[in-house]
């Protein structure tokens, strides 16, 4: 049994009523697992096709299921980017807003990135500003971005202020997900229970107010804000919300939902553990009626990356245009995205770097275009060769020489360079811990 505060308990009662012994027990039952797939990488029917571990629809996101409580992160298709290893309740804030395809979004409190990824794969035509203000978080962040291979995602590691700045008035959406108190994530363990104190939804409700303000100024008039916690703290969720609406002039979207609705706010949802397979989640979403003055900053003029158009042109089999950004090469997700003062962590996909008088290839790189290289190895992601490679060891192939793009069962999964019939592994050291 959880050890929870008493103040937390009574003011739970109070929400609840009926249902509180319902959501007691269900606090006191192990966490909920669930993975969303990757369709920038791959179809929901095909990767229903070939898993070999079993899996179960969520209704309320059409590539997310749950699974058992098995770790799966080490899996060979978890590696490939296939999925994501997501909290189910969580995937629902995306679900809030039906997005048209082409928007401009910022995604201003991402890491880990489960939600950016969401987002990233409904924007066919439509581009992704993700970001995390803690450095730590923003690799973890990159991280996942990266082996997703989403191609329409700038990463940056910013302040809110800063970005406000940067982009004032760009956006179509905002997603602030904030940082909270954390009580929808006490079935976790005693560890997160014990951070909680009564005082802690106060703070928490001032930074979390403060952060909306400066996610209007990015937002453009007309533009939608999503506003999501993982607490049940009125003073964090309904009352933010309220503050917000009067000073800055918004008015709510009725989210349509079979869950509990806000207190004394019908538009808003709550999800509690004791009616979904997950943990706590509470959404808002408001669209911007009021505008403002403001002007973003200066687009940043970027130069040609010779030495990575060389190797695009000789490796792989469609054309791109690779930019110089911090001794870097990319492709950019979008260059009138890039402004000036902003701490960019990516600018779209990394193709590489010279290394003296050669250039090497990025990781991203084989991420997002390994199906666009001339020279592929294509091994069935649960083969003998799969864990070799996920090992980092060396192959024997029969392809010529060359860079090479490695996929696990059509998967973009990595690269190597093949050397007289010897494939030497280039898949990340910081990644090889498949067993």
């Known amino acids: 049994m959880l050890n ?5 308990l009574s003011r739970m009662r109070g929400i609840l009523g009926d249902e509180y012994e319902d959501f007691i027990s269900a606090l006191n039952r192990l966490d909920e697992k669930a993975i969303y797939v990757n369709t920038n990488k791959i179809s929901v029917d095909k990767f229903l096709s070939i898993i070999d571990f079993n899996v179960e629809k969520i209704l309320y996101e059409k590539n997310g299921f749950y699974i058992d409580n098995v ?8 590696h490939a980017g296939a999925f994501y290893i997501q909290e189910p309740s969580a995937m629902f804030t995306v679900n809030a807003y039906n997005f048209k395809g082409n928007e401009l979004v910022l995604d201003m409190c991402a890491s880990p990135g489960g939600k950016s990824i969401q987002i990233a794969n409904r924007l066919p035509s439509g581009y992704l500003v993700s970001n995390e203000i803690v450095s730590a978080r923003a690799s973890v962040l990159y991280s996942n971005i990266e082996r997703m291979g989403l191609k329409n995602v700038i990463v940056t590691n910013d302040s809110p202020e800063n970005l406000a700045n940067a982009y004032a008035n760009m956006f179509d959406v905002v997603l602030v997900d904030a940082p909270c108190s954390g009580e929808g ?12 104190n009564e005082n802690l939804p106060k703070m928490c409700a001032k930074r979390q107010l403060d952060i909306l303000l400066q996610a209007d100024k990015a937002l453009k008039q007309g533009g939608v804000l999503i506003y999501s916690t993982c607490t049940y703290s009125k003073e964090e969720n309904e009352d933010v919300v309220c503050e917000f609406i009067k000073e800055c002039g918004y008015e709510l979207i009725n989210i349509e939902a079979n869950f509990n609705r806000g207190i004394d706010m019908h538009e808003v949802v709550r999800l509690y553990p004791h009616k979904v397979r997950g ?28 030495e990575a158009n060389n190797f695009i042109k000789e490796n792989l089999s469609i054309s791109l245009k690779a930019y110089e950004y911090k001794s ?12 000036r003062n902003v701490n ?9 770097k010279n290394k003296g008088k050669f250039f090497e290839p990025d990781h991203y790189l084989f991420s997002s275009y390994g199906d666009k290289f001339k020279r592929q190895i294509n091994l069935e992601y649960n083969s003998l060769d799969s864990q070799k490679y996920l090992r980092g060891e060396t192959l024997i192939v029969e392809n010529e020489n060359g860079f090479c793009s490695v996929l696990l069962s059509k998967v973009n999964t990595g690269g190597g360079k093949i050397v007289n019939g010897i494939m030497k592994n280039l898949y990340p050291k910081g990644l090889r811990n498949y067993k």
């Open 4 to 8: 929870l505060d008493k103040k937390f």
């Open 71 to 78: 770790k799966w992160g080490r899996h060979p298709l978890h």
């Open 185 to 196: 994530m006490f079935r976790r363990g005693d560890e997160v229970v014990k951070e909680w």
């Open 279 to 306: 943990e706590g989640q509470f959404v808002a979403v408001m669209k911007k009626i009021s505008p403002n003055e403001l002007i973003s900053n200066s687009i940043l003029k970027l130069s040609i990356h010779n």
């Open 328 to 339: 870097n090469a990319y492709i950019p997700a979008n260059l009138e995205l890039i402004r």
């Open 344 to 352: 960019y962590l990516s600018i779209g996909v990394k193709v590489g």
